[in-house]
């Protein structure tokens, strides 16, 4: 279920009594502090403070759930990202040392060229680097469930999740390469996170409440 946010127009600011920076001072938590971080999350709780409505307060709630998923899933793929290139650099260095002889042996006296360099799927002096191919980083996912989740995604919402998280692009960046809107790449990465939700939702129950994750 999606968000609606109140509007911020002048008579909303008028009603809020804290500032954004002290909502800050409510908890040590980063997370917590991050999401306070949003003028849309303060302006939520300044309007539940000062009406005490339970409208206000679920929106808050389903704002936070949605947020930490975003932590949790960000902080999931930069692993698997991260793992994966580990694993690769691993598998390299063994393939090296197991074939140091063959590895080095010249080809070519012209050019210099070594076996390893030419045959290698990539030279030894490479990195694995980031890649903004949405299959890189589905062929890296290891959780089943994500790896289903991610597939069933359109083109456009794997791109988007890729450059994202994989690549570390901006909104405005994205929309450059995809030609749409900043707030159209917003849109489509939250449909797909919530794609993501409600799949998972379903293999793992214990973790969510009403299809939101909240551990």
């Known amino acids: 279920m999606a968000v609606s946010w109140p509007s911020l127009n002048h008579s909303n600011v008028e009603r809020i009594t804290v500032s954004p920076q002290k909502f800050l001072l409510f908890s040590n938590d980063f997370i917590v502090q991050r999401f306070f971080s949003y003028p849309e999350h303060c302006l939520l709780l300044s309007l539940f403070l000062n009406g005490q409505s339970l409208k206000y307060w679920k929106q808050l709630e389903n704002a936070f759930c949605d947020f930490y998923f975003e932590v949790r899933f960000t902080k999931y793929l930069s692993s698997t990202i991260k793992y994966a290139f580990i694993d690769y650099q691993r598998k390299k260095e063994r393939r090296e040392e197991r074939n140091p002889v063959i590895f080095d042996m010249e080809l070519n006296e012209e050019n210099n060229q070594s076996f390893g360099e030419k045959y290698s799927p990539q030279s030894i002096n490479d990195e694995v680097n980031a890649s903004p191919n949405p299959e890189d980083l589905l062929d890296s996912i290891s959780d ?62 214990e973790l969510f409440i009403e299809g939101r994750k909240i551990k």
């Open 144 to 205: 089943e469930s994500v790896f289903n989740s991610f597939s069933d995604l359109t083109i456009t919402q794997k791109k988007i999740l890729t450059y994202t998280y994989s690549m570390s692009y901006l909104d405005k960046e994205i929309s450059r390469i995809l030609s749409i809107s900043p707030q159209a790449v917003s849109k489509s990465r939250n449909t797909a996170l919530e794609k993501i939700r409600r799949r998972m939702s379903i293999i793992y129950p």
